[in-house]
């Protein structure tokens, strides 16, 4: 009786708690649910729970949730010392809890909670995967058994252990970010353990009782939510460094490497890291996701992601492509700047609770809520399940894994177009044992040789004590004579970040090749500015590599080659060389592409000297024609001062060429077209008028000096609010360009959605989201015109995405006929 009656007082007091702790959430706007057949509640707010992390249901159907107490406490902070795991029953079953109790008090940075089943829960600090469980009954956890200890010197609290899942084949997956870097060791249980220094985030998995540790991917961030979806998938998300958006979703399969390396400094940006497959031995996202994404379970046929940074709840439905998916971002729930979705844990019934931070800072606040996502009562939906594995995956497991699978077997794998299916040859390799059968000097395929060092790569990461620096050497020295770009930037990443400087000259080297890539070209610079000086700069701009550069730009004994990548690989921030340097290089060089690269920085730099020296340019005429009317067309942004040249450019006894150039400056080319131009509908009209016969090197010109520029980047300049159109050359048709000039809204990318945001005083606002909008106390966008403006958080009414895109309608009536025909075959040019 004295039992009963006590759960009577205790539920009366948290129903209470609940009507006099949320007066303060009737002023709490609700998110805004963009599915009609959803509806969001609110569940508990401040004081009931505060700065919520993780969440699941247990056994029986409670709400399990994790309030965080430790992670950057200010000095005054009145709350507890150590962080709480709540138990909320909900006795009535209508969704609401109605008596809560601390179930657990105990760990710093707790970030994550799995049931393990049999009253079990797997806990996720930043230091330590434990096990927890109520062993009598009394519902308040008694048993704790530590699974994993993460022993390191570094202490930031959510860039440790973090995510975590559990698999139906008894592995218990948790993430690990990035740890700033430093030095760590992985303990497990049973004393196995993995080790690392500056890889990057990973994924680990041990079994439930903390046995046999064993890393299962690579390359990531912050690997902040893990799930596994009904086939036995595994995803993740993880927040992107400083500088590389988007953050990213991720198929993640056995022995990958997703491309990230802190070592190569946080923003994401080095020539030795990856963040969409881009270098050999790494694999692709799924998709881009919102900004810092914290959580993501499969739910229906869907991925749902929680973006802390977005204030939004995404969804992603997978569609196969090869042996892995990809997506494209739905925004299901957006909120306001004080929605801070992190966890989310769905209920037998379908609905989903999630947690939310409920304000942007980092420290401890006090604030915190938790919602319920439900189908409205009049919308049961229909029943859908998580796609199946498909035949392209079924086969790369038997590939991977399959007994009967010979080496003949992984090496003809290797060969396939699908990084995904070469990944589980390759994984196969190693986990059967077969590598070191493999003849290296046999393997007349570049994608089994580059495979082949990956594979060895790995077996170091995860085994060090099974590859000897002797072996280790042999390979580099092996792969770097390779005459495969692909297989020379294998062994250069690996000679790198092995620090192996022993490797310097065969590194050297390869800038010797006949015709080395622009790509390759900028990995040997960064190993060798990393191997010189044993580090990477943080930020995107990094003094060593830059101070290299300028080495090789400025040597007039180095092919001419190499110095005109060397300007080009130059950011336009840089104040060297000088603009009369620069000048004067062109000059003597007498090359066309050094002539293009160099009054491209000079005009992105855009310093009076820099117009100045393009002046001079277009007037030289030891010059080439082409590379005058660049520096005509450069002087487009600053054309008033240089009225004279431009004038005198464009006089009928000019070649015609800089004419044309110079009156397209002046814009006297620009005609009142009227009724005489298609309509925008009529595509098959205009592609008869723009669609063939353009010059591309005058379409290069227009897209720098005109409105494409201000959002676009080719070839590293530019702006990158929009896509970056390097890799968009030579893979669009002309009508295709077309098209999206035209009618820019039929198809916007995932990352370059609009938002219209509605301040308190009624002001309309349209604009792309910049960096790290979530963060701080103004909201960064920038408009159509290219220019950049911020609203202050306090100031926003609503945000939501658009489906129209921010690039204008209108864009063919900016320029001339010829000048549109010339841009796209610019576009549309494979790059060289």
Request: with cysteine; net charge negative; aromatic share 8%.
């Amino acid at each position: 009786m004295l039992h009963r009656a006590l759960r009577f007082c205790s539920r009366l007091f948290f129903l209470a708690l609940l009507i006099t702790g949320n007066q303060s959430a009737f002023a709490v706007k609700p998110p805004q649910v963009l599915d009609p057949a959803w509806q969001i509640e609110l569940i508990m707010s401040e004081p009931e729970i505060v700065t919520p992390t993780g969440c699941c249901i247990d056994d029986d159907g409670n709400l399990m949730v994790i309030e965080c107490h430790t992670h950057f406490p200010p000095e005054d902070y009145a709350g507890p010392k150590t962080d709480r795991i709540y138990r909320f029953e909900d006795s009535d079953g209508d969704g609401r809890p109605d008596r809560k109790r601390i179930f657990y008090e105990q760990g710093e940075a707790t970030m994550a909670i799995a049931p393990l089943g049999g009253g079990w829960f797997a806990v996720a600090t930043r230091s330590e995967l434990v096990r927890i469980r109520d062993s009598d009954g009394d519902g308040v956890a008694d048993q704790r058994e530590v699974l994993l200890t993460l022993k390191t010197t570094a202490t930031y609290p959510h860039n440790g252990l973090s995510g975590l899942t559990v698999g139906g084949d008894g592995w218990l997956y948790v993430g690990q970010g990035e740890n700033l870097g430093e030095p760590y060791t992985l303990v497990a249980a049973d004393g196995s353990q993995q080790s690392g220094d500056g890889e990057g985030g990973n994924i680990f998995r041990c079994t439930f009782d903390g046995s046999d540790l064993q890393r299962v991917a690579t390359g990531f961030w912050n690997p902040f939510g893990i799930a596994l979806d009904p086939a036995g998938r595994l995803w993740t998300v993880g927040n992107d460094p400083d500088a590389m958006p988007p953050c990213r979703l991720i198929h993640v399969v056995a022995g990958a490497d997703y491309g990230f390396q802190f070592r190569f400094g946080r923003a994401g940006t080095h020539p030795l890291q990856a963040w969409n497959g881009e270098l050999p031995g790494t694999l692709p996202m799924a998709a881009g996701t919102g900004e810092a994404p914290c959580d993501l379970i499969a739910h229906g046929d869907q991925l749902w992601v929680t973006s802390w940074g977005d204030n939004r709840i995404e969804r992603y439905r997978p569609q196969p492509e090869g042996a892995s998916w990809t997506s494209e971002t739905e925004v299901f729930v957006q909120g306001d700047a004080s929605f801070r979705p992190v966890a989310m844990a769905a209920a037998a019934d379908g609905s989903v609770y999630v947690t939310d931070w409920a304000d942007r800072s980092y420290p401890v606040h006090g604030k915190g809520r938790v919602w319920r996502l439900s189908r409205k009562a009049d919308d049961a939906g229909s029943a859908v399940s998580f796609p199946a594995l498909t035949a392209a995956e079924t086969e790369a497991k038997r590939i991977e894994k399959g007994d009967e699978t010979t080496v003949a077997d992984r090496l003809k794998a290797l060969e396939s177009d699908d990084a995904f299916l070469r990944q589980a040859a390759m994984f196969g390799l190693v986990q059967s044992g077969q590598l070191a059968d493999i003849d290296r000097e046999a393997l007349a395929s570049p994608k089994q040789r580059e495979a082949l060092l990956t594979a060895w790569r790995w077996q170091q990461l995860t085994e060090p004590a099974s590859v000897t620096p002797q072996q280790r050497d042999a390979l580099l020295t092996w792969g770097l004579s390779d005459t495969s770009t692909d297989v020379a930037n294998t062994a250069l990443r690996w000679a790198t970040e092995q620090q192996c400087k022993h490797h310097l000259p065969a590194i050297r080297q390869l800038l010797r090749r006949d015709a080395i890539s622009p790509q390759l070209f900028s990995a040997v610079v960064a190993s060798i500015a990393y191997l010189e000086n044993g580090s990477a700069a943080r930020g995107v701009r990094d003094p060593a590599r830059e101070k290299l550069l300028l080495e090789f730009a400025s040597d007039s004994n180095a092919p001419v080659a190499l110095r005109a990548m060397a300007i080009e690989m130059l950011p336009s921030e840089s104040k060297q060389p000088k603009a009369e340097q620069l000048g004067s290089w062109i000059v003597a060089t007498d090359d066309r592409d050094f002539g293009r690269q160099g009054v491209r920085m000079l005009a992105a730099r855009g310093g009076d000297d820099d117009f100045d020296q393009l002046a001079k340019l277009a007037m030289a005429e030891s010059v080439d024609l082409e590379t005058r009317a660049d520096a005509i067309a450069g002087l487009a942004r600053n054309a008033g001062p240089h009225a004279v040249v431009l004038n005198k450019m464009s006089l009928p006894r000019q070649p015609e060429v800089l004419r044309r150039e110079a009156l397209r400056v002046l814009k006297q080319t620009r005609q009142d077209y009227g009724a005489a131009l298609p309509n925008r509908d009529d595509l098959d009209r205009w592609n008869e008028l723009v669609g063939s016969g353009g010059e591309p090197e005058a379409g290069r010109r227009v897209f720098f000096r005109t409105a494409c520029v201000n959002c676009h980047s080719h070839r590293g300049r530019g702006a990158t609010t929009g896509p970056d159109l390097t890799s968009l050359s030579g893979q669009m048709t002309p009508r295709r360009v077309l098209e999206s000039i035209l009618h820019p809204s039929k198809e916007v990318g995932p990352l370059y959605v609009p938002w219209q945001v509605v301040t308190i005083d009624g002001r309309v606002l349209t604009g792309l989201k910049l960096d790290k909008a979530g963060a701080g106390n103004n909201l960064r966008l920038q408009g159509a015109d290219g220019l950049i403006f911020e609203v202050p958080l306090a100031d926003i009414d609503t945000q939501l995405p658009i489906e129209q895109s921010i690039m204008p309608t209108g864009l063919e009536g900016t320029m001339s006929v010829e000048e549109l025909r010339d841009l796209i075959a610019f576009l549309v040019q494979p790059t060289t």
